[in-house]
């Protein structure tokens, strides 16, 4: 289990690097960021392929969806400089509130 786990954080970690050089390929003009995006969004979604297995869709897209945003927008805040408001701060912590309730409460998680 742990292993599903392991693929799901790398995914995630290549969804990550995928995204933030989308950010940098304006509008697919720009080759380098834009083949970093694309090999990162196909290496992430190999690898969330491979806990889809055994784990529900479901549970796997909450975890991936909530450690993407709150990732992503860590990135944006800090490496471009986006601003981040209270309604933003406060969307996302119910975003990771929500992801600890199914994972700590849901009977549909695999452990």
Not at 17 to 31: C, D, I, N, P, Y
Not at 50 to 67: E, N, Q
Request: glycine content about 8%; proline content about 4%; overall charge positive.
């Amino acid at each position: 289990m742990l292993q599903n786990y392991i693929y799901l954080v790398v995914a995630i970690l290549f969804e990550v690097v995928a995204t933030t050089a989308l950010k940098e390929t304006q509008g697919f003009t720009r080759l380098g960021p834009s083949l970093v995006s694309v090999a990162g969004y196909a290496l992430a979604f190999y690898f969330l392929s491979l806990p889809l297995r055994t784990m529900p869709v479901g549970i796997v897209y909450a975890l991936w969806c909530a450690a993407g945003i709150a990732l992503i927008t860590a990135i944006g805040w800090i490496w471009f400089r986006q601003a981040l408001d209270m309604p933003a701060l406060i969307g996302m912590g119910l975003i990771v509130a929500g992801v600890v309730v199914i994972n700590v409460f849901s009977k549909t998680v695999v452990h």
